[in-house]
């Protein structure tokens, strides 16, 4: 029987500048996509918490003069150099901190305190040296790193442009072969660059012509290190933003920018998975960053209910960043893209909705602009665009999982179509128990389960959910096969539903362990985890109950008329409605006032 025990142990200790810290614990998978099965795999997670020096630190940051004059201060930035947050989690072998995901987490909590440091620091490690982090060889690493460590060089990633946003494999950038072979010239122009008119090395995607197995030539993605000091690099102006101001954002160009082939991150080719490794594994600090900014203004208000709406955002953003940072510092490299994509989604958007009830506790102050509120505003607006916006994610992180399960169903049919009586006998059993209402049990309560008694509710709630969101995972894909990718609003809902199973999980496993050990406060963590898994356990059902449409089949309403519903949604009439617009690209209603006669 499947399981899920998130056993969360402490180790306090204070590490003077420049210790590593330890990562421990075995070498598993995350586990996000074992959900799209129905299952919850058992997890051990050990996270250690250490008091780093940081906190020895004051650094003074006038957060209304740099949104005023749209630009961080000289002094400011340096500040930021002399702490070593240029360098977080470079190893110090080349001259950085080398902290872990969760420690990168937990700073992020203070660096959000202003956004525009946050998106800076954020573009220069998060991304724009992340490529040579992870895929660069060790010359590359020796050469570059030391520099963007201290600060001393910034760093900004170079992926958008005019015509390519979320589709990133559609850049126009080029960068040609010279004829001795020793380097590329590079040709093209990025647009709303992070760090672009102040980075001394970018990280850049352009085509390049490779010669596949076959002897055919084809236009493949690579990426490449880019020093400004190459020459035919210019930039625009900043771009005047409506929020996050104080950070540099602008165009970058590229005209015959002679870069050696040295300089080539990965091979040749293979810049598109540069790209994505590189989105996929910066996401997760949202989660911590946007819980800080909401931690900070439930201090700054004084009344209103609105405040448990705040409290519980904020401690389900938490928990979800520090759980999948500490999936993330496990040894090896496991894949939490989807768990850092679904941290971004709800942190995003959990932000943007408590920041604007913050403002509206304040009334008319609060949209003045010698009080924070309305910057904060202004700058959480961007979380839902930035590192893929939220509209795409929920497409990745659906059809991720989706791919996941229908390989192994795949799998599964094959046996079938072998002989395997067992496989076939396994399924069979399997559907008719959920015909029949079966009792679901994936050990998280009861005598052996892993979840204190205070929150036995919302584990079986959370069980409940991840069974027959497997269930229904799979009647989609033997409803829709390949097809699946055209059927957006199925996909947005599978999408939704996954989120709240993992922020689910997330804050089930953290109020256990607080209240198992005896945190201060456990009982009013209890309290939020149960809200909160009431609420998404609610929307959950009702998610299940619109997809059922697409999976119950009238065969199956025939010999169980009495155990399933056969409900609806308004798929249809949503994607009539936008049709009948989109045609003649204008609101189609007669104005309230026409008249016929």
């Known amino acids: 029987m499947s399981g899920l025990a998130l056993l969360f142990r402490v180790g306090r200790a204070a590490l003077p500048a420049g210790v590593r810290q330890l990562r421990t614990g075995c070498s598993r998978p995350a586990f996000a996509k074992e959900l799209?099965?129905?299952?919850?795999?058992?997890?051990?997670m050990v996270l250690f918490s250490y008091n780093h020096n940081f906190a020895h630190h004051r650094l003074s940051v006038d957060s209304t003069k740099i949104d005023r004059d749209a630009k961080i201060p000289e002094e400011t930035l340096s500040g930021l150099k002399n702490l070593g947050l240029f360098g977080i989690q470079i190893p110090e072998e080349y001259g950085g901190l080398g902290l872990s995901n969760t420690t990168y987490a937990r700073l992020a909590e203070i660096t959000s305190q202003d956004g525009a440091i946050a998106v800076t620091l954020a573009a220069h490690q998060a991304i724009g040296l992340k490529g040579i982090l992870i895929a660069g060889n060790e010359e590359q690493k020796k050469k570059?790193?030391?520099k963007l460590a201290s600060g001393e060089h910034i760093a900004a990633f170079c992926l958008t442009e005019p015509g390519s946003g979320s589709d990133a494999a559609s850049?126009?950038?080029?960068?040609?072969?010279?004829?001795?072979?020793?380097?590329?010239?590079?040709?093209g122009s990025k647009i709303w660059i992070s760090n672009g008119g102040i980075a001394d090395i970018f990280t850049v995607f352009a085509r390049t012509e490779i010669v596949d197995k076959d002897g055919a030539v084809k236009d493949k993605i690579t990426a490449f290190i880019v020093e400004r000091a190459f020459g035919g690099i210019t930039h625009g102006k900043p771009e005047d933003k409506l929020g996050i101001r104080g950070s540099n954002t602008c165009e970058v160009h590229f005209e015959n920018t002679k870069v050696p082939i040295g300089n080539v991150i990965g091979e040749v080719g293979g810049g598109f998975k540069v790209a994505m490794n590189i989105l996929n594994s910066g996401r997760f600090s949202m989660g911590s960053a946007?819980?800080?900014?909401?931690?900070?203004?439930?201090?700054?208000?004084k009344f209103s209910e609105k405040f448990a709406l705040m409290a519980r955002t904020a401690y389900v953003m938490e928990s979800m960043a520090y759980l999948t940072a500490g999936l993330m510092d496990r040894p090896g490299v496991p894949d939490c893209s989807v768990e850092a994509a679904m941290v971004k989604v709800f942190s995003s958007e959990g932000a943007w909705i408590c920041v604007s009830e913050a403002l509206q506790i304040i009334g008319g102050l609060g949209y003045m602009k010698d009080y924070p509120y309305e910057r904060y505003l202004r700058d959480s607006r961007i979380l839902l665009i930035f590192e893929g916006t939220n509209e795409i994610l929920r497409m990745y992180i659906a059809l991720t999982g989706m791919q996941y399960a229908g390989k192994i169903l795949t799998d599964k049919i094959k046996e079938i179509?072998?002989?395997?009586?067992?496989?076939?006998?396994?399924?069979?059993?399997?559907?008719?128990?959920?015909?029949?209402?079966r009792k679901v049990d994936l050990g998280l309560v009861g005598e052996n389960g892993v979840v204190h008694p205070s929150l036995e509710?919302?584990?079986k709630k959370l069980e409940q959910n991840v069974y027959y969101f497997g269930v229904t995972v799979e009647g989609l894909l033997r409803r829709f096969g390949k097809t699946i990718v055209?059927?957006?609003?199925?996909?947005?809902?599978?999408?939704?539903?996954?989120?709240?199973?993992?922020?689910?999980?997330?804050?089930?496993?953290?109020?256990s362990r607080s209240i198992s050990i005896g945190l201060r406060n456990h009982d009013h963590e209890v309290l939020l985890a149960n809200i909160f898994c009431t609420e998404a356990g609610f929307k959950n059902n009702y998610a299940l109950a619109e997809l059922e449409k697409y999976v119950v089949q009238k065969k199956q309403l025939i010999l169980f008329p009495l155990?399933?519903?056969?409900?609806e949604n308004m798929d249809d009439s949503i994607k009539k409605v936008a049709k009948q617009v989109l045609e003649k690209r204008t609101y189609i209603c007669s104005h309230p006032l026409e008249r016929t006669f």
Request: net charge positive.
């Open 36 to 44: 799209f099965l129905g299952k919850l795999r058992k997890v051990k």
């Open 144 to 146: 570059y790193l030391p």
């Open 171 to 187: 850049i126009q950038t080029r960068a040609t072969l010279s004829e001795d072979g020793k380097s590329f010239l590079l040709n």
């Open 290 to 301: 946007s819980a800080g900014v909401l931690k900070k203004l439930i201090g700054k208000t």
């Open 417 to 437: 179509r072998r002989g395997n009586v067992g496989t076939a006998l396994e399924m069979f059993v399997s559907k008719f128990r959920d015909s029949m209402g």
């Open 457 to 459: 509710e919302s584990a």
């Open 486 to 511: 055209d059927e957006q609003l199925v996909l947005k809902r599978v999408a939704d539903i996954l989120i709240n199973l993992y922020a689910m999980t997330a804050v089930i496993s953290r109020a």
């Open 563 to 567: 155990s399933i519903v056969a409900p």
